[in-house]
């Protein structure tokens, strides 16, 4: 009797229809939110949206993070949209209230890596209801109000050291790095400046660039860097802190996760700042050519045993340089460190051992960041912010872009653009690695549901 049920049960089940494709009528109640309470747990994901955005947060997480917040605070029923710089809310009250909607637009860019930190923990602390909404509100505002944690010479200071371990990374000797930190360190004030009379961004990349190159040829023709020097490390370096910059990560993180108008968005902007930077050392390299100066591009160095410790070493400080950069806690400066170096470590393992491609060596070194990143996440005391943007700093394109700069100032359009497409490569090896090991090694929420573009 027994095998004729079970097999009864099987037929049954094979025949049962599956469960919806999509949870759309969610239930309401049993008290709908009055409208006072949904407008003050909306605003207050919405600061908090803003804040992560701004801060180059993926639109994925970002949206994730204020559906929990409102869930948290009683708001189960609610959609995020994110459309690069937009983000919509709309919070559902079923068919005895009208759904409220809320949208705020993000005008602005931040790298203060410590108000992302302190917004994302009073995000956590709501969440696990240890805050009120009235309590939370009141330290979102004094949160995005604060001023930076440090002085912004020390962030200028931060760039400046990031160059000159980048160039001390490529192979260059001590005073190449120095004249990379004041070059460096020059474009950061220079677009300080700027940034106040309201340059655009493009101009502004397209200002370093053409600073980095003209200071470069101007120190080079005084004699201050001798021939043999390879003065286009101070370039490089350069391009290297400028790139820093660029949301990269964010682009093909968000594409991987299904939002694509904002990675389209994203990637135009990558697009159109890149280009900025293109034209300023082209322009540079061409007024240096006129004056009879040219700066051909340094060589790869070559991975061997007894430069190994030196760059891991300079990829580390670069990293942890970049994190203070960043206004970063100072706390996390040495986690930054320790991802910039073993990235590093791992490329430079996979080139000088398992004899692989620049892209394919830089992808798996990515994918080592990214892994750190997912394990951060777990413990909670360094934002993932700031392992993944500071461990990929050594693994930049810097010099490949500079080499492929050159070779298009000098007319070497085909070999340049063969040379522009690798450091593309690099760079899509680098977001998408990271993307992996993130993916891979990250908490695994318990309630599934999808919070769609």
């Known amino acids: 009797m027994a095998p004729i049920l079970r097999r009864f049960r099987l037929r049954r089940d094979l025949l049962r229809g599956g469960p919806p494709t999509a949870d759309l009528l969610r239930p ?16 207050l994901c919405m600061g908090v949206g803003e804040v992560l955005l701004s801060s180059g947060e993926p639109a994925g997480d970002t949206a994730d993070t204020m559906a929990r917040l409102a869930g948290a ?17 709309c919070c559902h009250r079923g068919k005895v209230a009208a759904p409220v909607t809320s949208m705020r637009i993000v005008h602005y860019r931040t790298t203060d890596l410590t108000r992302l930190a302190a917004v994302t923990d009073l995000a956590d602390q709501v969440t696990r209801g240890r805050v009120t909404v009235e309590a939370a509100t009141a330290a979102l505002t004094k949160a ?46 220079l677009g300080r400046v700027l940034t106040r009379w309201g340059v655009a961004p493009f101009f502004l990349q397209l200002t370093g660039g053409l600073v980095a190159t003209l200071a470069t040829v101007g ?41 694509y108008v904002t990675a389209a968005g994203r990637a135009a902007e990558v697009a159109l700042l890149s280009a900025g930077l293109l034209s300023g050392v082209i322009l540079g390299l061409k007024l240096g050519l006129e004056f009879g100066i040219g ?18 070493f300079a990829a580390a400080t670069a990293a942890g340089m ?81 080499r492929g700069f050159y070779q298009l100032a000098t007319q070497q359009a085909t070999t340049g653009l063969v040379t522009m497409t690798l450091a593309l490569a690099i760079g899509l090896a680098l977001a998408a690695g990271v993307a992996l090991g993130d993916f891979l090694t990250r908490p695994r929420p318990r309630n599934r549901r999808a919070v769609r573009d």
């Open 28 to 43: 309401v109640g049993p008290e709908v939110p009055s409208d006072a309470e949904v407008v003050q747990v909306v605003d």
């Open 73 to 89: 605070c009683g708001l189960p029923t609610v959609d995020v949209d994110i459309t690069f710089n937009s983000i919509s809310m």
């Open 144 to 189: 995005t109000a604060a001023r930076h944690p440090y002085p912004r010479w020390v962030a200028t200071a931060g760039w400046g050291g990031l160059a000159a371990a980048v160039a001390v990374l490529l192979g260059g000797t001590a005073l190449i790095a120095l004249t990379a930190f004041v070059v460096t360190a020059l474009i950061d004030r």
């Open 219 to 259: 120190v080079f023709a005084t004699g201050i860097l001798p021939p043999g020097t390879q003065p286009s490390l101070v370039i490089a370096a350069g391009i290297t802190a400028l790139l820093s910059g660029l949301s990269v990560m964010s682009a093909v993180r968000d594409a991987l996760s299904g939002y």
């Open 295 to 312: 700066l051909d591009p340094a060589q790869t160095v070559s991975a061997d045993v007894a430069q190994f410790g030196l760059s891991t």
């Open 322 to 402: 970049f994190a203070l950069a960043s206004y970063a806690p100072l706390r996390s400066l040495a986690a930054a460190a320790v991802a910039g170096g073993t990235g590093w470590a791992v490329y430079g393992a996979l080139t000088l051992y398992a004899d692989l491609g620049p892209a394919t060596a830089t992808g798996v070194a990515a994918a080592v960041v990214g892994a750190a990143t997912g394990l951060s996440r777990r413990r909670g005391r360094v934002h993932a912010q700031v392992i993944i943007l500071a461990g990929i700093i050594p693994l930049l394109p810097g010099l490949t872009a500079y």
